[in-house]
Each structure stands twice: as C-alpha cells, then as structure tokens.
C-alpha cells in the first residue's frame, strides 16, 4: 500500500512538473490568436448581440470587433490591477506592476501638477502620456490635440489606439510593434511607419517588477522608432533640442556611471574634471534613466560606454506616468520628495535618499556643489 502511494505521489510530482514546464503560448505569441478573442463574425451569440455598437445605426462595431474602439478591445484583457500583462489599473493611486511601458490609468488623474502652486494650477491627466481612443474605459482622445496631429509629427490624434503602435496580428518585433513599411490602420486612417522596430528585451509576464537587475533591456533602434510619429523632435538640433538616439560620449558616460544620488555626489565631489559620486561602472544601470546599449540585457547591472546611446525613453514611458509628459520623473519638481504633494497623484520612486534633485543629473551631474539641508 505504501509502495503504491509512494508511485501515486511520484507520477503526481511529474505530471505536475510537466504541466509548468511544458510550452504555453500567449494569446499572441507573436502570431495571429484566435480570431474571435477580439472579433465576432456575425455579431450574435446564443440569441444576444454580442459587440456594444460603436457604429451607430447597425449595433455593429467598426472591424467586428468585440468593442467600439481597437483600444477599448485591447483593455478588455489588458485592463485589471496587479502585474502581468495589464496596462490600465482602477485607481491612479495604484497602478500596475512596472514592467518597463507605464500605466494609462494616470489619464484618468484630477491633477498630477506638482510643480509651485501645483494644487491651484492643476494639470489634467490627459497629459500624462499617450491618449488612446478607449472612451469605454475612460480615457479619451487629448483634447489639445483632438481633430489634429499628435506633437512633434502627423499621425492623427484622433486615430490613436493601442494598434498604432502594437500589431495585435503578430509580428516577431519586440512587444509586436510595427516596423519599416508597415501600414497602420485605425478608425479608417492610413499611416505608413518608415524606421524599424527597435531591438531590445522585456519581462516576461512573471518575472516580477522593473528593478536595476530585473529591467526591459533596450539595444538599439528607440528613438527611432519613436520617431515615426514624432521625428519633429529628432530633426532640428540647431535649436537645442536634446539629442535622441545618440550615443552619450565619454563625459556623459562617465558621469552616468560615477552618480549615485545627490548626496554620494555632494560629499564626493569630482576633482580635475571628474565626475561627481563614487558610483561604479559594474552596478551603475537605473531602471528610471535607462538607456541604449547592444550589450544590454534584462538583468544587467553594469553602465554605460562612450557607445552607449540617449533614447526616447531614457527619461520618458511609452504610455503614461503620474508625471507631465510621461516623464519617467517629475521634470516639475526640485526634489523627488516633492512628488505627489502638491496633486495628491501617485508618488514616483525615487532610487536614492531624501535630498535627492532631478534625475537629469543622473547624465548632466549639475548637483555637484549643492547644498543639503544640515540633519
């Protein structure tokens, strides 16, 4: 009787180590997935209609799809608090598990103006990155830019959808973005991308949250991309714009890599011309200024090279943060502790102590001869 338990426990332990370990694919898994997972064909079933008709007249909506926007229809599984592949939290106060793109519940914000006299000035959330057309989960087009382009090119702002950027088809492109070529469709429009998709790695859906040794690890082709429909930013460095998509040199390179707070960097200043902080160039990498490097990989803790490159998102997420502008910190702020006081909005990490400035200095060290408050 025990000999038969003892192979009954056995075959259990294997089934169950062979039911993990066996290959699970993805709703996209790079392919196209099951069609009516977005799309009904006859818009009927069991007797009820099954899309919420977007398209006035018919109870139809647009593509047949399952919801009256291609975003709405996204966030029918990408919507939900808590980490994997969810994208838009319930409470702006409690987004998503950071993985590397932001939450778009920040949309949704009263004000995330934290700024001087940011509760009497408020910023609405729409500013907070990227509005996608998903009005049956609250987010609605950016009404600065509604009926026009989005900042800094000619894609329309009405049209913007998770699969402007996303080809929910599948492509083998990291997070299934588009590429060179690729024509994009939304709400009617046309929209033909020019660069490449970037190379990089991300998180899979359970390897916990974005840290300096758990990271997206981007390689080449960001800001380029970004570029598809924002190269306005790109093109006109005679005004002083900050160069994208560059590699950093090797004064910028160092001063990454010596940086290590504000205060590290007060109490060691540079001498001769170097950097501030006694920072090393094996565990300098931050997850809130990330940056371009084909050596990069998702649990790479080491800094940058002369080689290593600025991009898009070394100080902005691509879909929202409880910041203007989906800045990855506060650009408003003079010290990260000031975050969320002003706005009541989620409060942004900051990777170092009270006396802590912008994150810019984490390139431009410019806090070198600060004055921190005395203990």
Request: net charge negative.
């Amino acid at each position: 009787m025990r000999t038969a338990t003892y192979i009954y426990a056995a075959l259990l332990a294997v089934a169950v180590v062979a039911l993990f370990a066996a290959p699970a694919a993805a709703f996209h898994d790079g392919g196209v997935a099951h069609c009516n997972g977005c799309h009904t064909m006859h818009n009927s079933q069991g007797g009820a209609i099954v899309a919420d008709g977007g398209t006035p007249g018919n109870g139809v909506n647009a593509y047949l799809l399952l919801a009256s926007t291609p975003s709405d229809t996204c966030l029918r599984c990408h919507a939900g608090d808590g980490g994997s592949y969810h994208v838009l939290a319930t409470d702006p106060l409690v987004p998503t598990d950071e993985r590397g793109g932001g939450d778009f519940v920040f949309l949704t914000e009263d004000n995330i103006n934290d700024g001087h006299n940011g509760s009497l000035n408020p910023i609405l959330g729409y500013e907070a990155g990227h509005n996608i057309n998903a009005p049956g989960h609250g987010i609605n087009v950016d009404p600065i830019f509604a009926g026009g382009s989005g900042p800094g090119g000619n894609f329309p702002a009405n049209d913007l959808a998770c699969s402007s950027c996303h080809d929910p088809h599948g492509t083998d492109s990291f997070r299934l973005l588009y590429g060179a070529n690729r024509l994009v469709r939304t709400n009617g429009s046309t929209y033909v991308f020019t660069a490449d998709a970037p190379v990089a790695a991300g998180l899979g859906l359970f390897f916990g949250v974005e840290s300096n040794s758990n990271h997206t690890a981007y390689q080449s082709g960001m800001s380029a991309w970004c570029g598809n429909c924002h190269g306005d930013f790109h093109n006109n460095v005679a005004a002083l714009i900050h160069p994208s998509g560059t590699p950093l040199g090797g004064t910028i390179s160092s001063a990454y890599n010596a940086y290590n707070g504000t205060t590290d960097c007060v109490n060691n200043p540079g001498v001769a011309g170097a950097p501030c902080g006694t920072g090393t160039q094996a565990t300098a990498y931050l997850a809130q200024v990330p940056f371009e490097d084909a050596a990069n990989t998702t649990t790479s803790t080491t800094g940058t090279t002369s080689s290593s490159v600025v991009m898009c998102l070394t100080c902005h997420r691509s879909h929202a943060t409880s910041s203007p502008d989906a800045g990855r910190w506060d650009f408003n702020v003079t010290l990260l502790d000031e975050d969320g006081l002003e706005s009541g909005a989620y409060v942004l990490p900051n990777p170092y102590d009270a006396n802590q400035r912008s994150l810019c200095n984490k390139c431009h060290s410019k806090d070198e001869f600060d004055h921190l408050p005395v203990p």
